[in-house]
T-cell receptor
Framework: AQSVSQHNHHVILSEAASLELGCNYSYGGTVNLFWYVQYPGQHLQLLLKYFSGDPLVKGIKGFEAEFIKSKFSFNLRKPSVQWSDTAEYFCAVKDSSYKLIFGSGTRLLVRP | GAGVSQTPSNKVTEKGKYVELRCDPISGHTALYWYRQSLGQGPEFLIYFQGTGAADDSGLPNDRFFAVRPEGSVSTLKIQRTERGDSAVYLC????????????FGPGTRLTVT
């Protein structure tokens, strides 16, 4: 069965620091990869997605992620975080079925 | 336009009772998904509908859980004989088609079984 691992459960950063959140998945076939974000009091929103092509994908709010097939990874990055990036971030994978398999999430706290 | 809506937003029930959770997807979306999110975990897939039929119910934990989507729009998740372990946030998502890029999530129903 597929699984998704997010290595950092809690991350605390100061504003302007750089961010990298790790994500690894177990499936060896063709996958679609996602990062979702949940801001406090809000529902899950899509941050970015990878389906094919350029392995470096750019999403909203300055986030980007790199798909490295050989490492089964899809890490999320942002060069300079803001206080408003405080949220929970979920990595997810979708294979030939239509359901999403989520990681356990990373809670990011950005201190002003 | 309106997003995915779910009612109620919160539900507290006693162990052993029956509950129904409702999901109203985005108009025109043919695919509808139910997920469950326990504390400290990511959402876990329960069931997926394409139109009126359940195309994949492999995530339903046992036969106390059942879901319907009789007219291909609104869906109801039904839980019989609730147990304290059923306490979680139940999320609904919809997408235009099953292979669409994005699933749009609703705000969830927080179920607490006492």
């Amino acid at each position: 069965a597929q699984s998704v691992s997010q290595h950092n459960h809690h991350v605390i950063l100061s504003e302007a620091a750089s961010l990298e959140l790790g994500c690894n998945y177990s499936y060896g076939g063709t996958v679609n990869l996602f990062w979702y974000v949940q801001y406090p009091g809000q529902h899950l929103q899509l941050l970015l997605k990878y389906f094919s092509g350029d392995p470096l994908v750019k999403g909203i709010k300055g986030f980007e992620a790199e798909f490295i097939k050989s490492k089964f990874s899809f890490n999320l990055r942002k060069p300079s975080v803001q206080w408003s990036d405080t949220a929970e971030y979920f990595c997810a994978v979708k294979d030939s079925s239509y359901k999403l398999i989520f990681g356990s999430g990373t809670r990011l706290l950005v201190r002003p | 336009g309106a997003g995915v809506s779910q009612t109620p937003s919160n539900k507290v029930t006693e162990k052993g009772k029956y509950v129904e959770l409702r999901c109203d997807p985005i108009s025109g979306h043919t695919a509808l998904y139910w997920y469950r999110q326990s504390l400290g975990q990511g959402p876990e897939f329960l069931i997926y509908f394409q139109g009126t039929g359940a195309a994949d119910d492999s995530g339903l934990p046992n036969d106390r859980f059942f879901a319907v989507r009789p007219e291909g729009s609104v869906s109801t998740l039904k839980i019989q004989r609730t147990e304290r372990g059923d306490s979680a946030v139940y999320l609904c998502a919809s997408s235009l088609k099953p292979d669409s890029y994005e699933q749009y999530f609703g705000p969830g129903t927080r179920l607490t079984v006492t």
